[in-house]
């Protein structure tokens, strides 16, 4: 399974063979069954994490309405870290939970300072990921404020369509900022047309 880590590392940086053993026993695998939570909000993200298989929703509850609030999915080769409680170390604001059976390989903050003094390319390779997570993030808040629920949804399934697949559409309508019941609205009128 840490092939898959490599091979998405590879996508941007070159790896010598000894780099590559290397980096691989900096981390360990993790099972998440489907409900199971990787963090809690309050709790300190101890680890980063890079999905193999499976799906995880990214959420905080909103204190106003009790509701579920979507932030992010994370499906195969991709990431799913509270990125600012990770750097810091201090309790996260949100919670990680699988929405199906789902596995991860993982690798300890203390682990991930010694990883990176080791291969210092390894700095390049984050710096991309977040970027394009930023990039992503800055895209998402632009679309929110000039699209409607229509075209978000669209969107959303042109640039994401295996997370469509994957995910259920009542947790894709928190994520767009819309009801379950508008969004089986938009869709039925999506099929019309």
């Given at each position: 399974?840490?092939?898959?880590?490599?091979?998405?590392?590879s996508k941007y940086i070159k790896l010598s063979s000894e780099e590559e053993n290397l980096i691989e026993t900096f981390w360990t695998e993790k099972i998440l069954e489907k409900g199971n939570y990787l963090l809690r909000n309050g709790e300190t993200?101890?680890?980063?994490?890079?999905?193999?298989?499976g799906a995880l929703k990214a959420f905080?509850?909103?204190?106003e309405t009790?509701?579920?609030e979507i932030l992010y999915f994370a499906i195969e080769n991709w990431w799913a870290t509270d990125i600012d409680s990770f750097q810091k170390q201090n309790p996260s604001i949100y919670n990680i939970q699988a929405i199906e059976k789902t596995k991860l390989l993982q690798i300890r903050y203390d682990s991930f300072q010694e990883m990176l003094k080791k291969v210092p390319k390894l700095e390049r390779f984050f710096r991309i990921i977040?970027?394009?997570?930023?990039g992503s993030l800055q895209r998402r808040i632009i679309l929110n404020k000039i699209l409607d629920a229509e075209q978000r949804y669209s969107d959303f399934l042109e640039n994401y369509p295996k997370i469509s697949e994957k995910v259920p559409n009542y947790l894709i309508a928190s994520y767009l900022g819309i009801t379950?019941?508008?969004?089986?609205?938009?869709?039925?009128?999506i099929k019309a047309s």
């Open positions: 399974m840490k092939e898959q880590l490599i091979k998405s590392i993200c101890r680890t980063d994490n890079f999905v193999v298989y905080y509850i909103n204190p009790g509701k579920e977040l970027e394009n997570y930023l379950a019941e508008f969004l089986s609205r938009i869709r039925k009128k």
